[in-house]
Antibody, heavy 120, light 110 residues
Framework: QVQLVQSGAEVKKSGASVKVSCKASGYTFTGYFIHWVRQAPGQGLEWMGWINPKSGGTYYTQIFQGRLTMTRDTSISTAYMELSWLRSDDTAVYYC?????????????WGQGTLVTVSS | QSALTQSPSASGSPGQSITISCTGTSSDVGAYNFVSWYQQHPGKAPKLMIFEVNKRPSGVPDRFSGSKSGNTAFLTVSGLQAEDEADYYCSSYAGNKNFVFGSGTKVTVL
């Protein structure tokens, strides 16, 4: 069965970086884009961007340009999301999600989420 | 890209039907039939309930249905059950590789 398993919770200082992993299993990792979505405490979902695991190509939404890097390691079917220059408003649960591949950004499987807490 | 607009809350008694709206613009909801709906229980990851406006993934009860008119999409839950109490988010492709979620609706089963 399809599973996305994310790394554990992180506590970081303002200005630091965090790298969250998302290990895929149960399907061909290179066949489906991975998206990253975050959710601040008590708030809604915020889309961050995607990575194409086959080519390594990425797209980031404008507000994260310059601070966000998505990578992957196909040998271990794992995608990574690294956010730098952390601020207190980056405190959130970060999710990875698989795109069905139909081209319309349908996210059919999600990781369990990783809480990133940024303290000053 | 601004979030799609959803009413903050909706409620109904067991067995009743409720409809949640999701209003975007002619650049996102109105431009593409790429609207999805996600259900999120507290402390859990979102779950896909509807995609491409009105299609249900395998395993989602047919009590859940979707539709769209102009720049507004709708999610209807018929025969409301206690386990339907959750937050619901719409989403839409917004062109030029962009994607946007709705602000979320908290559904309460009375």
């Amino acid at each position: 069965q399809v599973q996305l398993v994310q790394s554990g919770a992180e506590v970081k200082k303002s200005g630091a970086s965090v790298k969250v992993s998302c290990k895929a299993s149960g399907y061909t990792f290179t066949g489906y884009f991975i998206h990253w979505v975050r959710q601040a405490p008590g708030q809604g979902l915020e889309w961050m961007g995607w990575i194409n695991p086959k080519s390594g190509g990425t797209y980031y939404t404008q507000i994260f340009q310059g601070r966000l890097t998505m990578t992957r390691d196909t040998s271990i079917s794992t995608a990574y999301m690294e956010l730098s220059w952390l601020r207190s408003d980056d405190t959130a649960v970060y999710y990875c999600a698989r795109d069905t591949g139909s081209g319309d950004y349908v996210l059919d499987y999600w990781g369990q989420g990783t809480l990133v807490t940024v303290s000053s | 890209q601004s979030a799609l607009t959803q009413s903050p809350s909706a409620s109904g008694s067991p067995g009743q039907s409720i409809t949640i709206s999701c209003t975007g613009t002619s650049s996102d909801v109105g431009a593409y039939n790429f609207v999805s709906w996600y259900q999120q229980h507290p402390g859990k990851a979102p779950k896909l309930m509807i995609f491409e406006v009105n299609k249900r993934p395998s395993g989602v009860p047919d009590r859940f249905s979707g539709s769209k008119s102009g720049n507004t999409a709708f999610l209807t839950v018929s025969g409301l059950q206690a386990e339907d109490e959750a937050d619901y988010y719409c989403s839409s492709y917004a062109g030029n590789k962009n994607f946007v979620f709705g602000s979320g609706t908290k559904v309460t089963v009375l």
